[in-house]
């Protein structure tokens, strides 16, 4: 038989059964075909990748990311972050006019007018419900001005009193008010070179609670802190190195990790480069406010004398020990009356020696205002040993 006609022949067989199937002719149905179909097929169970539960669970976990993380710090802390602004009376510079018609002169010379000023310059955080505001001392180092600060709701407040802490870059401003938010204070001792940073600051005097991220670049750093607007600086120790921009206008600011905690207190920029602000430690400020809440002031041990550090290097080089180099001694201070001279090399405090990684500032902080300390010094070739009695120094209270 041709392969033409049995196809045909296996054709019509087919049409016809499945018309007979369709009606339900002699019992014969679809459904009994199937079922004998997928009998036939190998049975297998299709299981979903991810079951209901874990669906379920998946739904009530929280994806953190660097974006949360830091809307969340700045939702906490912005309500405790304020302006510092600054109120002084200066005069403009005397105009000279020109009249020809003047027998007398042809310039005669106008005194210019007295001008008030009024203008943001730092930021501040708070550190207790009832007013208490830290900042850094360059922010408000004009004594003669009159000082103002500003919360996150635009409520303005007078500061009433300012304490100078002598030893550091760090004022405290006190204001009549009560019910403020403070800060969490964090630990700056566990802070990791890479952790996330955060600073929130009036930048430039003039955009205020702005915020900037970047991460710890360093630690242990030393540093001439100032203020553009006030003209003051000085040399910081042991400062935080962060990537976080910090503008002018952001000195006093806190500097935060992804907990919300402070862990700084923003103090200064670097002129030569980009993104490398720097922080003073905040485990500095909480010895210095304990101290202050025990006091009413910021009582430090204080010796008396500037110097630079000589560090292992440099002495090799110039056949000296390492130590403090003393370039200065403060008249009528402890170290002019126990006898430290200018060029002494102070190499040891009590036990502790004098090296790259030990300031004499860092062991003078431990002590207490009336401990008596041994001095070991390096003078002309030999090894003197004097006694100095530690006193405090005037915090620069003002009010």
Known sequence: MKPQKLFLIVAVVLLIS???MRYGAFGLKWSAFDSFALSLLPKFELKSQVSKKTFE???KVKVVTEESVVID???KVSPSVVTVGITKTRRAQD???LDPFNPFGPFQRRQGKA?????DIGSGFIVSTDGLIVTNKHVVSDTEAKYRVITKDDKTYDVEKIYRDPVNDLSILKINTSGLSPVDLGDSGKIKVGQLAIAIGTALGEFRHTVTTGVVSGVGRGITAG???EGASEHLDNV???SAAINPGNSGGPLLNSSGQVIGVNTAISSEGQNIGFALPINVVKDAIDNFNKTGQFNRPFLGVRYKTVTKEIGVLNDLPEGAYVIEVVS???ADKGGVKVEDIITKIDDSRLSGKTELAEVISKKKPGDTVTLTVWRDGKEVTLKVTLTTQDSGESK
């Open 18 to 20: 499945g018309g007979l």
């Open 57 to 59: 669970e998946s739904e």
């Open 73 to 75: 710090v700045v939702d």
């Open 95 to 97: 105009i000279f006019e």
């Open 115 to 119: 001008q008030k000023l009024e203008q």
């Open 227 to 229: 203020s553009p607007f």
């Open 240 to 242: 935080i190195q962060t």
């Open 332 to 334: 009528d201070s402890p």
